[in-house]
């Protein structure tokens, strides 16, 4: 038990479905992230939110919509998605310092056909 | 920018071999250096982390020294295990910076008995 818990863990979505992968920690942290995992490519940063606060938006695509309610809840809504959209989706959290250690949770496995 | 390039996978091993897998930085600023690992259906979690040079981090029998001369953080183990396999991440944060996190593409290793 990593302290931060996605669901669903698998999610199988047509182009024009509208869907959300939900991110929630336990441990207390001011900082919570979404990260894009594809096969053969390096981790890829999407947001970063900090006290709720959107302070990071990697150029991501707006089919992709992040919402932050509170510290400990952390959204990925996701609409018209495209198929190289396929990847692991994760989701950490950390106290939001300069050097400090992000815990991942287990990730979303999205699939778009 | 600031970047992280570690050894291109995959990496096969028998059981007790030695393993090396090496990771170099480039950064305008003083970074902490880390490696995540990722089971086999899991997120990443922290392996060990050094915050200046010469630190050596450790643990669960893998070791990395910050190494500030060759800007270097290579991941060694004496005595590799059939559990070792996994995905293993290097990466890097610029203290007094943000609290992201750079990561390398990944190693994948596999330990046959």
């Known amino acids: 038990e990593t302290g931060v818990t996605q669901t669903p863990r698998h999610l199988v979505m047509g182009m024009t479905n509208k869907k959300s992968l939900k991110c929630e920690q336990h441990?207390?942290?001011?900082?919570m992230y979404w990260y894009k995992q594809s096969a053969k490519k390096p981790l890829e940063l999407m947001f970063v939110?900090?006290?709720?606060?959107?302070?990071e938006n990697n150029s991501v695509p707006s089919r992709f919509s992040p919402e932050c309610p509170n510290s400990s809840h952390l959204f990925l809504h996701l609409h018209t998605l495209q198929p190289e959209d396929s990847a692991l989706y994760l989701c950490a959290s950390s106290q939001g310092e300069a050097g400090g250690i992000q815990y991942f949770g287990a990730g979303t496995r999205l699939s778009v056909l | 920018g600031d970047s992280v390039t570690q050894m291109e996978g995959p990496v096969t091993l028998s059981e007790e071999a030695f393993l090396t897998i090496n990771c170099t930085y480039t950064?305008?600023?003083?970074?902490?250096l880390f490696w995540y690992v990722q089971y086999p259906g899991e997120g990443l979690q922290l392996l060990l982390k050094a915050t200046k040079a010469d630190d050596k981090g450790s643990n669960k029998g893998f070791e990395a020294t910050y190494r500030k001369e060759t800007t270097s953080f290579h991941l060694e183990k004496g005595s590799v295990q059939v559990s070792d396999s996994a995905v293993y991440f290097c990466?890097?944060?610029?203290?007094?910076?943000?609290?992201?996190?750079?990561f390398g593409k990944g190693t994948k290793l596999t330990v046959n008995p």
């Open positions: 939110y900090n006290f709720k606060e959107q302070t």
């Open positions: 990466a890097l944060n610029i203290q007094g910076g943000s609290e992201k996190l750079v």
């Open positions: 441990l207390g942290h001011n900082a």
């Open positions: 950064a305008t600023g003083y970074p902490s």
